[in-house]
């Protein structure tokens, strides 16, 4: 078993070494703990060193959406609302498919229930994006 673990090792030194020249965001998978649910999506924040990108979930196509733009360039047409009840300010975009708003997800820690059964007990598990 040591040759196994060195190569697990060296491999995940390489993907560090990699994902830090390489990724600026981060695809996440999420996975539903809710046993009648197990609902699965992915979502990727962030976008990556060329490109901007702000995502979240559209009510209407049932799917995380997001919108992407040029770094250095100004967000397109950002909405921001204003919540009374919390005293936050959310950002809104358009999905690009059907043009119904959808509330940016800044952080991961900010997806806190299954967007399916709308149960909380959500899991994400990060991996490596590209670009
Ligand atoms: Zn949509
Ligand atoms: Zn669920």
């Given at each position: 078993?040591?040759?196994?673990?060195?190569?697990?090792?060296?491999?995940?030194?390489?993907?560090?070494?990699?994902?830090?020249?390489?990724?600026?965001?981060t695809?996440?998978?999420l996975?539903?703990?809710?046993?009648?649910?197990?609902?699965?999506?992915?979502?990727?924040?962030?976008?990556?060193?060329?490109?901007?990108?702000?995502?979240?979930?559209?009510s209407?196509?049932?799917?995380?959406?997001?919108?992407?733009?040029?770094?250095g360039?100004?967000?397109?047409?950002?909405?921001?609302?204003?919540?009374?009840?919390?005293?936050?300010?959310?950002?809104?975009?358009k999905?690009?498919?059907?043009?119904?708003?959808?509330?940016?997800?800044?952080?991961?820690e900010?997806?806190?229930?299954?967007?399916?059964?709308?149960?909380?007990?959500?899991?994400?598990?990060?991996?490596?994006?590209?670009?």
């Amino acid at each position: 078993m040591p040759a196994r673990s060195t190569l697990i090792t060296l491999t995940w030194l390489l993907t560090l070494g990699l994902a830090s020249l390489l990724i600026a965001g981060t695809t996440y998978e999420l996975t539903c703990t809710n046993k009648a649910c197990k609902h699965i999506a992915s979502l990727s924040l962030g976008g990556g060193r060329a490109f901007a990108e702000a995502s979240g979930y559209c009510s209407k196509c049932a799917n995380f959406t997001s919108i992407q733009w040029k770094r250095g360039t100004p967000e397109p047409d950002p909405i921001k609302v204003w919540n009374p009840a919390t005293g936050d300010t959310l950002t809104l975009h358009k999905c690009p498919k059907c043009t119904t708003p959808f509330i940016v997800i800044p952080k991961i820690e900010d997806v806190r229930r299954c967007p399916k059964c709308n149960q909380p007990g959500l899991q994400a598990k990060p991996g490596i994006m590209f670009d």
